[in-house]
């Protein structure tokens, strides 16, 4: 069973186990982050802040940056360490408080749209789904910006499946939703879905 804090989630645990598994088995814990009435930090900056802390990035979950709020998942064993010790991130000052239970995220917000590409290649995905050349799409994948069902794809040319999510770093995150017949030019009619996660 693979788990991350809430449903959606793009870091997860594994667990194995012979017995049924619960969620709650699961060594997640949730940090709320909160700053005052200016413009709060971005994912990089909360990032920075905890690896500045000289915790190693496999020890942290997903990060949920909203307006005026953040939630950052982490392992159990340095939950605390990072309530007791992140007072900000970038230069926003935090008030981190370790949650007690972890938060019911809101189901994903999708938008979705139609378009035509030349094939399921990934960075024609990309391209489409982000408004970006092909060349830029091709450019964010090699330099490892990009996962393809939450594992991290260098191939612009990696096959991509109706239902699939794709995870680019600082822009977003698609899912292909439908796949239709091709059209008399060759080309593949697709639904992509842009969403995020509510905190």
């Given at each position: 069973m693979l788990f991350g804090?809430?449903?959606?989630?793009?870091?997860?645990?594994?667990?194995?186990?012979?017995?049924?598994?619960?969620?709650?088995?699961?060594?997640?814990?949730?940090?709320?982050l909160r700053w005052p009435h200016q413009t709060g930090p971005g994912h990089r900056d909360i990032l920075g802040s905890v690896l500045g802390l000289g915790i190693q990035r496999q020890w942290v979950g997903d990060i949920l940056v909203d307006k005026e709020k953040a939630v950052l998942f982490a392992s159990e064993t340095i939950a605390r360490h990072i309530a007791a010790n992140m007072t900000q991130a970038g230069r926003v000052s935090l008030q981190v408080e370790l949650l007690a239970v972890l938060p019911a995220m809101e189901a994903a917000q999708?938008?979705?749209?139609?378009?035509?590409?030349?094939?399921?290649?990934?960075?024609?995905?990309?391209?489409?789904?982000?408004?970006?050349?092909?060349?830029?799409?091709?450019?964010?994948?090699?330099?490892?910006?990009?996962?393809?069902?939450?594992v991290q794809t260098l191939r612009p040319d990696a096959r991509v499946e109706e239902g699939d999510i794709i995870s680019v770093r600082g822009m977003g995150r698609l899912q292909l939703s439908q796949v239709g017949k091709p059209t008399r030019k060759d080309r593949l009619p697709v639904i992509l879905t842009r969403f995020g996660i509510g905190l």
């Open positions: 804090g809430y449903p959606e989630a793009e870091r997860q645990i594994a667990g194995f186990s012979v017995a049924p598994m619960i969620e709650q088995d699961f060594p997640v814990r949730a940090l709320k999708g938008t979705p749209f139609r378009d035509t590409v030349s094939s399921l290649r990934l960075d024609a995905l990309v391209a489409s789904g982000l408004n970006l050349s092909r060349a830029k799409a091709v450019a964010v994948i090699e330099t490892g910006h990009v996962k393809l069902r939450h």
